[in-house]
């Protein structure tokens, strides 16, 4: 029952380069979403998809890219990684219908530093 | 800004007291109001929920009042145990599709 799965746990990247944060879920759900948090604030929506192959941006898309291309997983792609976006990001997942939704499950998080 | 606050960073109770979170929202159209548990290193877990038609939901120690006039919404944990300490984020959903989160209160309950 591996639920929300993240990797890597932590990494560190040099200014300008590239990455990615694999999220996978087993769960069949249909929702996944990509939030960060930084220290001292609640978590802060970058991308969701209500679907494969459907994305759409959340409040702080800048610099980041997402890709659903099966129910399953859900990347996130930071293409030039800038300090500011040192972070702890984290995924999850629900089952959400018309009138309704399962609470989100998270995974416990990748923690990346950009120096 | 900020659509889902919670003002109290840190809260610290006794053991086998009463704990109450605190949570106020901007936005009247949210459908949905929830509250998640964190513990270090970990991801949140969800704890309970209560939807905008609603004004009370009670699951075991804890139960959610929400006040729509005032755009607020509380925690209580009944009683509370030292394996509650952790930090609690409160979530408003809008549009079945985005979640907005509070910064978070860290919860230390002293035995």
């Known amino acids: 029952n591996a639920g929300v799965t993240q990797t890597p746990k932590f990494r560190i990247l040099k200014i300008g380069q590239s990455m990615t944060l694999q999220c996978a879920q087993d769960?069949?759900?249909?929702?996944m979403y990509w939030y960060r948090q930084d220290p001292g604030m609640g978590l802060k929506l970058i991308y969701y998809?209500?679907?494969?192959?459907?994305?759409d941006k959340g409040e702080v898309p800048n610099g980041y890219n997402v890709s659903r291309s099966t129910t399953e997983d859900f990347p996130l792609r930071l293409e030039l990684a800038a300090p500011s976006q040192t972070s702890v990001y984290f995924c999850?997942?629900?089952?959400?219908?018309?009138?309704?939704?399962?609470?989100?499950?998270f995974g416990d998080g990748t923690r990346l530093s950009i120096l | 800004d900020q659509q889902v606050k919670q003002n109290s960073p840190s809260l610290s109770v006794q053991e086998g007291r009463i704990s109450i979170l605190n949570c106020d929202y901007t936005?009247?159209?949210?459908?949905?109001f929830l509250w998640y548990k964190k513990y270090p290193a970990e991801g949140p877990t969800f704890l309970i929920s209560?939807?905008?038609?609603?004004d009370k939901n009670e699951d075991g120690r804890f139960t959610v009042f929400l006040n729509k006039s005032a755009k607020h919404l509380s925690l209580h944990i009944v009683p509370s145990q030292p394996g509650d300490s952790a930090v609690y984020f409160c979530?408003?959903?809008?549009?079945?599709?985005?979640?907005?989160f509070g910064s978070g209160t860290k919860l230390n309950v002293k035995p």
């Open positions: 979530a408003s959903l809008y549009n079945f599709n985005k979640f907005y």
């Open positions: 999850a997942s629900s089952y959400t219908w018309d009138s309704g939704l399962e609470p989100q499950h």
């Open positions: 209560i939807s905008s038609i609603k």
């Open positions: 998809s209500v679907g494969a192959g459907i994305t």
């Open positions: 936005n009247s159209m949210f459908d949905y």
């Open positions: 769960m069949n759900h249909n929702y």
